[in-house]
């Protein structure tokens, strides 16, 4: 197996290196280079004999298919990870626009289309592209980096300075306006007027301009004191994190399969999440399903969930269960498959 990248130097490259996996770089200077980048992924297939593809998102899934133009016994497979359009998340995006249309034009040429969610199945059948290619493959959380055990949540408290007996509620995502932060911050302000025990973590990196907006709003709501930007996280540290967390909220207004609520739920914590993508699937007993853009949803949820006083072993039980749908084992076994067909 060989990992192929557009860019060199990627977050996951060390880890990749680490279970010597080689990686290659098609050495993209831009958004507009495509003509060498393609040429050297042509090249790299002709070299390395390569007998299949799985590529992930619109820009990689395209050059895939020039792979398959090239050699026609070539297998592509494609992954697509959202349950929007591309042209619907960036709507003035002229080239997202181009990309989006040869997309759904070119979508005849791999083996199968691998979604992670039935609204994201939904989503491609609605755009025209054909079900007999779709097939669903639910993502997997790695197991043995997430996992409960309350322990690991006590220590993060004592490391930062966070009482045993505060309630502790959190959000990880990337800043990005699509999740919806805005609906998380109003939301357990009003949660908070009650609750005078309770914090709040935001985990995440995205935009300057976004983070701004949302530290206003943290102030204009008089809660600086209680709501704790963390910034991006690592997995030995969120592992902690979340198992600190009494509850975890997703406020999303579109995912496909969140890998975040996967995590959390696979760590026992109770979740809120909006009723996008495979979010209603993945919930369990302890769990809320609310609607975008409800805040008062939100309040009702963290009061609920704190009024259940979830023990561990509920919560070990829930984590349990996510398990044994959700792990990573199983997704590889099923992709794996897929492609020996």
Known sequence: MTVVTFY?????ED???R??????SLRKKGR????FPVLRFLRMLRRKKTERVYSLLTGPNLIAVFGKFSRPRLKVFWGIRSSAHDSEIRPNDFLVKILAFASVYLSRFPERIIVNSQTAMSALVAQGIAPRKIVKINNGVDEKSFFFKPELGRQYKRENNISDHVFLVGMVARLDPIKNYEMFIEGVAEFATTERDSNFLIVGSGADDYLQLLQGAVTHFGLSDRVRFCGDVEARTL???LNALDAFVLTSRSESFSNALAEALM????????????AQAMLGENDRLISTDQPEEL????????AS???PASRAISAKRFVRSYAADRMIDETICLFSD
């Open 267 to 278: 760590c026992g914590v109770p979740a809120i999440a909006t009723n996008v993508g495979e």
């Open 309 to 311: 006083n979830i023990d």
């Open 19 to 24: 279970a010597s996996v080689p990686i290659l």
């Open 32 to 35: 507009w280079d495509i003509v």
């Open 239 to 241: 592992v902690g994190l």
């Open 8 to 12: 060199p130097g990627g977050t996951l």
């Open 15 to 17: 880890e990749f290196l």
């Open 299 to 306: 309040v009702d949820g963290l009061r609920n969930i704190r």
